[in-house]
């Protein structure tokens, strides 16, 4: 099992920068690909990043290219998504997964371990 916790969403202006964190704990972390997916009001949760479980490849869902980063460190047990250049249409609660296997996978169902999310909200 892995146990998982984001943390650094908040209030920020368009065009500002943010960077997520996602603290994992479990003996699994290491040999897993993650994820940062995210929720807005009303709109399904959606693939934003993943990266594979050495580091080596990462994906990103189009409409965050280019603009935001995930890296892992296992070591720490730890994920990070440098957001930068954020829209309004960026805000969503943010969730950390993850995946069921070594490899990046884009489709939340299946996924069977979550973070509790952490609110970014991008003013204009």
């Known amino acids: 099992q892995v146990q998982l916790v984001e943390s650094g969403g908040r209030l920020v202006q368009a065009g500002g920068s943010l960077r997520l964190s996602c603290a994992a704990s479990?003996?699994?972390?290491?040999?897993?690909?993650m994820s940062w997916f995210r929720q807005a009001p009303g709109k399904e949760r959606e693939f934003v990043a993943g990266?594979?479980?050495?580091?080596?490849?990462?994906d990103y869902g189009d409409s965050v290219k280019g603009r935001f980063t995930i890296s892992r460190d296992n070591v720490k047990n730890q994920v990070w998504l440098q957001m930068n250049s954020l829209k309004p249409e960026y805000t969503a609660v943010y969730y950390c997964?993850?995946?069921?296997?070594?490899?990046?996978?884009?489709?939340?169902?299946?996924?069977?371990?979550w973070g509790q999310g952490t609110q970014v909200t991008v003013s204009s």
């Open positions: 479990g003996r699994t972390f290491s040999s897993s690909a």
């Open positions: 997964a993850a995946a069921p296997s070594r490899y990046i996978v884009r489709f939340r169902s299946e996924y069977d371990y």
């Open positions: 990266i594979t479980w050495n580091g080596a490849s990462t």
